[in-house]
């Protein structure tokens, strides 16, 4: 189904660093979808080294995506940073912000278009239901209600405080008024910020029709309890960050985080190897981000 109302104002800014396997899937689910008239892709390349930019080559000097590489990689964070400064600036209406393993269904876009045509554009942003590759739902992307709950009916359609960044649908008035994700941040939480704190100042809903898929490779997000450990020191990352994120609640922000970092404690003491390793790098990135204060970049025209 066309909608006419959104013709040629909505672009799907997508994220990639050396998944040019995975990204080929995701712009043809993109080019598959029911209302593509109303879609043009922004790939946004973290200067991938495995051949991306060759595999995009024909899609580029055919005008079927447009194409930016940010020099460096600037992780998830700063490339969606650049990427929606960049729609915005081409003046798009409407971005529909992804990684490059989210794999939309047909009418995924359509249904969230016609969401944001019966609330008349009154809202924050819009979520779609993520699945997995198996069809169940993808754990690491249940929106939350708020901090204490996440969704369990996922027929919910209704306000949601919290999402993630594999399919998260937002008009550009709202970016221009709340800013950009904080590219500082570089991985995690970049997308659960953002979302509060567009929450904050306007009513978000989640989308069950609009349905995608996320080619994680598992059904089970990082964690640090289990993590290799070559792979600890990036969790520095996820606990600098989360100061920031919930201190935009304040004092139930501060508790939050207080009871999460004793469930963590208590996970890495129980069950976690290089438990000192660990437990060193979570308080030492806490003790960060308490001096972590990024600030809010705006668009500028």
């Known amino acids: 189904m066309y909608i006419e109302k959104n013709a040629k104002k909505t672009v799907a800014v997508v994220v990639t660093y050396n998944r040019k396997d995975l990204l080929l899937k995701n712009i043809a689910a993109l080019e598959a979808q029911t209302c593509k008239e109303a879609l043009d892709i922004l790939i946004i390349d973290n200067n991938s080294t495995d051949g991306t930019y060759e595999a995009l080559k024909s899609l580029i000097k055919n005008k079927q995506i447009l194409y930016f590489n940010t020099g460096k990689n600037l992780g998830g964070a700063g490339g969606f940073n650049f990427g929606m400064k960049k729609a915005a600036k081409l003046n798009y209406e409407y971005m529909w912000i992804m990684d490059d393993d989210t794999i939309p269904l047909p009418s995924a876009l359509e249904n969230l278009l016609k969401k944001d045509l019966e609330l008349k554009g009154d809202y924050g942003f819009l979520a779609s239901k993520v699945l997995w590759k198996d069809n169940s739902i993808c754990k690491m992307n249940i929106p939350k209600i708020n901090k204490w709950k996440k969704i369990t009916n996922f027929k919910y359609d209704g306000d949601i405080q919290y999402a993630s960044f594999v399919s998260f649908f937002i008009p550009t008035k709202v970016v221009r008024k709340v800013g950009l994700p904080y590219k500082e941040f570089f991985i995690w939480s970049d997308d659960w910020e953002y979302s509060r704190r567009?929450?904050?100042?306007?009513?978000?809903?989640?989308?069950?029709?609009?349905?995608?898929?996320?080619?994680?490779?598992?059904?089970?997000?990082?964690?640090?309890?289990?993590?290799?450990?070559?792979?600890?020191?990036?969790?520095?990352?996820?606990?600098?960050?989360?100061?920031?994120?919930?201190?935009?609640?304040?004092?139930?922000?501060?508790?939050?985080?207080?009871?999460?970092?004793?469930?963590?404690?208590?996970?890495?003491?129980?069950?976690?190897?290089?438990?000192?390793?660990?437990?060193?790098?979570?308080?030492?990135?806490?003790?960060?981000?308490?001096?972590?204060?990024?600030?809010?970049?705006?668009?500028?025209?």
């Open 198 to 301: 567009i929450s904050k100042n306007f009513t978000c809903i989640y989308v069950p029709d609009s349905i995608v898929h996320h080619y994680s490779t598992s059904n089970v997000g990082a964690d640090i309890v289990d993590a290799p450990s070559n792979r600890i020191n990036r969790f520095k990352y996820l606990f600098r960050n989360d100061v920031v994120l919930y201190r935009l609640d304040g004092m139930e922000g501060k508790l939050y985080l207080s009871l999460r970092t004793i469930k963590y404690i208590g996970k890495i003491l129980l069950k976690g190897k290089n438990k000192r390793q660990k437990l060193n790098i979570m308080f030492s990135a806490l003790r960060e981000g308490k001096n972590f204060y990024p600030k809010i970049e705006y668009i500028r025209d």
